[in-house]
């Protein structure tokens, strides 16, 4: 079985998680994911990328979370977006004063993270953040004209 389809058991989805390192993001904290164009550089883009993509899980299924050698911190969890399934690993490394320095995201599989893209693209068209998002005109033509729309 794949692993970002989860368990199917809704007594493991979680609408209220908040991750700690989310409030202690260093200044010049940098992000990366594979439904980004390039790298988020600074707290205030994170915050504003990740602020909106926490409201586009339908719940969140936890395989872990937590500790991750001496100046990490991991999540593994599953979810659906917009009906689609997707997987999620985030790597969160601290900097030397216990501060969220880089944020790396693995989204699964490429539909998902192709849908995300498109999402997010939409919600940050005219901003600064857009040139982070493939174009909606790209994955409308690579997911079809009704994918999630």
């Given at each position: ?15 209220d ?19 980004l164009?390039?790298?988020?550089e ?8 990740l ?5 586009l ?10 500790e ?26 601290y ?30 068209a ?22 999630s729309?």
């Amino acid at each position: 079985m794949s692993t970002y389809l989860g368990s199917g058991n809704a007594d493991l989805h979680r609408r209220d998680y908040r991750p700690a390192w989310l409030d202690d993001l260093a200044e010049d904290a940098t992000m990366e994911a594979s439904v980004l164009n390039g790298i988020v550089e600074g707290a205030e883009g994170v915050r504003a990328i990740l602020g909106y993509a926490r409201t586009l899980y339908d719940y969140q299924e936890f395989n872990y979370v937590g500790e991750y050698g001496e100046h990490g911190f991991v999540e593994d969890y599953t979810s659906r977006v917009h009906g689609e399934p997707i997987g999620s690993i985030v790597v969160v490394r601290y900097n030397d004063a216990g501060r969220a320095q880089h944020v790396i995201i693995n989204h699964r599989p490429l539909r998902s993270v192709l849908l995300w893209s498109r999402l997010m693209a939409d919600h940050f068209a005219n901003t600064p953040y857009a040139k982070y998002f493939i174009s909606p005109e790209l994955t409308r033509d690579l997911l079809g004209p009704d994918a999630s729309s």
